[in-house]
T-cell receptor
Framework: GAVVSQHPSRVICKSGTSVKIECRSL??????MFWYRQFPKQSLMLMAT?????????EQGVEKDKFLINHASLTLSTLTVTSAHPEDSSFYIC????????????FGAGSRLTVL | QKEVEQDPGPLSVPEGAIVSLNCTYS??????FMWYRQYSRKGPELLMY????GNKEDGRFTAQVDKSSKYISLFIRDSQPSDSATYLC???????????FGTGTRLTIIP
């Protein structure tokens, strides 16, 4: 079946540093990937839509300079949290449409970021 | 009013019982309906999806969509402790890439 791989699964960093999270589609090509954020016991919040070969589209209220998204190939999108602060600590999850013609998303396992 | 309403629970049922999870929605343009299962500290796992109205069955899981009532359901038969998780409904309109999620229902199956 279609698999979206996300790495790292957990990362701890110091305040002020930058962290990169990778999202790969393992057995399919994804021209579009989606990055979500999830706070404890809450539902998923769409942060941005990552488009291969072009700029990402950010949701209202999401700082594009804070959350840099690069979608350099059909199987890889990266999210970089720049100058991370404790309030950026969260669960970040990427997803892609793995079923051609169906508007259905397959999610990665998520990356838990803790900023000290 | 939220576009998608889902009872957050928590819902506890004994092992072997039939579980019914539901979502209601207000946007009549929604055509794709999904159910995801999310274990603690993991990404959501797609359980089932349906397009438009009707029923779909996969093993112990049955998804139902009633577009006239704007109501979707997920039934779990012969529930197992391993089914304990948060279940999220999600939906989207044709041609719209963005999913709208319910808040999720926390389900616990008691052995």
């Amino acid at each position: 079946g279609a698999v979206v791989s996300q790495h790292p699964s957990r990362v701890i960093c110091k305040s002020g540093t930058s962290v990169k999270i990778e999202c790969r589609s393992l057995d399919f090509q994804a021209t579009t990937m989606f990055w979500y954020r999830q706070f404890p016991k809450q539902s998923l919040m769409l942060m941005a839509t990552s488009n291969e070969g072009s700029k990402a589209t950010y949701e209202q209220g999401v700082e594009k300079d804070k959350f840099l998204i690069n979608h350099a190939s059909l199987t890889l999108s990266t999210l970089t949290v720049t100058s991370a602060h404790p309030e950026d600590s969260s669960f970040y999850i990427c997803s892609a449409r793995a079923f051609p013609g169906a508007n259905v998303l397959t999610f990665g396992a998520g990356s838990r970021l803790t900023v000290l | 009013q939220k576009e998608v309403e889902q009872d957050p629970g928590p819902l506890s049922v004994p092992e072997g019982a039939i579980v019914s999870l539901n979502c209601t929605y207000s946007n009549s343009a929604f055509q794709y309906f999904m159910w995801y299962r999310q274990y603690s500290r993991k990404g959501p796992e797609l359980l089932m999806y349906t397009y438009s109205s009707g029923n779909k069955e996969d093993g112990r899981f049955t998804a139902q969509v009633d577009k006239s009532s704007k109501y979707i359901s997920l039934f779990i038969r012969d529930s197992q402790p391993s089914d304990s998780a948060t279940y999220l409904c999600a939906m989207t309109a044709r041609g719209n890439e963005k999913l709208t999620f319910g808040t999720g229902t926390r389900l616990t199956i008691i052995p």
